[in-house]
């Protein structure tokens, strides 16, 4: 799946997954190996720009940064950090794609994809030729007179954003092999080898990315505007404080902290409860259509970190809830051990995007 636009020809020993988010830019780099990928390295940086534009911003989209400073990112990421490999994979975020489900009857993968072409125009809100289109099945069933069925997952990227991804790689000098949606990136990381079917929220600045996904595959996936930012804001709003320091404090001191008379929670949950509730409707919708249940949420992204975030989620949705855990996916030096556990919530996409390159 992804959209294969460019294809490397030959193998590569190491790949880099890059994953560009809103705020902060993430690259591992893992090697081929016997066992597990192993990880060569990695690196984040995190800008802080956005918060000085945060106070009179009305819609997040402004904390976006500017195409050509990611590729200034980009290169000082890649050139302080000493990544050795230029073969790149990248991930659109779920806010720059649209994807929709349908279910077809069950044919031929060449039937399929003659199908969907004609589909997709009913699914898709742009023009078809300015959208690059892509599918992948991911799930079969049999209706009650023994008709056989399939659930395709459809995805389509404005061609506009995939030539954006272009322009930033090339002008950081690295060689774009493949662009994929950040969800099936989080999920190839966070559940492979794991049968149990998982609602992964992805806290980001920007969005939450919401997916349903099973043995490293994306069955199902949604999204909401209301993420880490809109945390940042609510605080300044309420604290009357700049959104620098609103931040810091978020980080720190979390749902348990105090800021003023008030309990930051207290500013903070009504954000999160619109969070939770458009994961409830992700976990409706998808056990309407599927015949097995949600068994349990993996939070990823830096809001991840938010302190008592895991323990809010579990009583509001009464699931058991946790962390991502994406290194079991590689092997790793044990000098890193320490950093592992910090790290986890902010890797799950890079490391799924490197992944891929060996896939
Ligand atoms: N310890 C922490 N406690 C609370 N929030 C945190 C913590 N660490 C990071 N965050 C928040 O996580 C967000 C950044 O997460 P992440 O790096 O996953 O976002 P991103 O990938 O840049 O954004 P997006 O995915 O929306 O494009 C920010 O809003 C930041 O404030
Ligand atoms: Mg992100």
Redesign the pocket.
């Known amino acids: 799946m992804a959209i294969p636009f460019l294809k490397s020809l030959f193998p590569t020993k190491s790949f880099l997954g890059v994953?560009?988010?809103?705020?902060?830019?993430?690259i591992v780099e893992l090697k081929r190996s016997q066992g597990l990928p192993e990880l060569l390295n990695y690196g984040?940086l995190?800008s802080y720009g956005h918060l000085e534009r945060i106070n009179n911003a009305i819609q997040t989209s402004t904390l976006k940064l500017a195409d050509r400073e990611t590729t200034e990112f980009l290169k000082i990421l890649l050139k302080y950090g000493g990544f050795k490999s230029r073969e790149a994979v990248a991930s659109i975020?779920a806010?720059a794609s649209f994807t929709a489900m349908m279910e077809l009857p069950l044919m031929s993968e060449k039937e399929t994809s003659q199908a969907m072409q004609f589909q997709a125009k009913q699914y898709i809100p742009l023009p078809v030729s300015s959208v690059t289109i892509d599918w992948i099945k991911v799930d079969e069933r049999l209706d009650q007179k023994g008709n056989a069925f399939q659930k395709i997952l459809l995805v389509s990227v404005p061609n506009e954003q995939i030539q954006k991804y272009k322009t930033i790689f090339d002008g950081a000098g690295l060689n774009l092999t493949t662009l994929e949606i950040?969800g099936l990136s989080s999920a190839r990381s966070i559940t492979n080898r794991s049968d149990k079917t998982s609602l992964i929220v992805?806290?980001?600045?920007?969005?939450?990315?919401i997916s349903v996904a099973r043995n490293g595959l994306l069955k199902f996936s949604g999204q909401t505007d209301f993420?880490?930012?809109s945390?940042?804001q609510t605080l300044a709003t309420g604290l009357n404080i700049r959104a620098r320091r609103a931040?810091d404090l978020?980080?720190?001191r979390?749902l348990k902290g105090i800021g003023g008379e008030y309990e930051l929670s207290t500013l903070m949950l009504p954000i999160l409860d619109v969070i939770i509730n458009e994961v409830r409707r992700v976990r409706d919708d998808y056990e309407r259509g599927y015949t097995d249940k949600i068994q349990q949420v993996i939070l990823?992204?830096?809001?991840a970190?938010?302190?008592g975030?895991g323990e809010y989620f579990q009583g509001e949705l009464g699931l058991p809830t946790m962390k991502a855990g994406p290194f079991s996916q590689v092997s790793y030096s044990s000098e890193i051990e320490p950093l592992i556990s910090d790290l986890s919530?902010?890797f799950p996409?890079a490391i799924g995007l490197a992944m891929r390159g060996f896939q």
């Open positions: 994953d560009i988010g809103t705020t902060t830019i993430k984040l995190e975020p806010f950040e992805d806290i980001g600045a920007r969005s939450t990315g993420a880490g930012g945390l940042t931040e978020k980080k720190q979390g990823s992204g830096g809001g970190n938010l302190l975030v919530s902010e996409v």
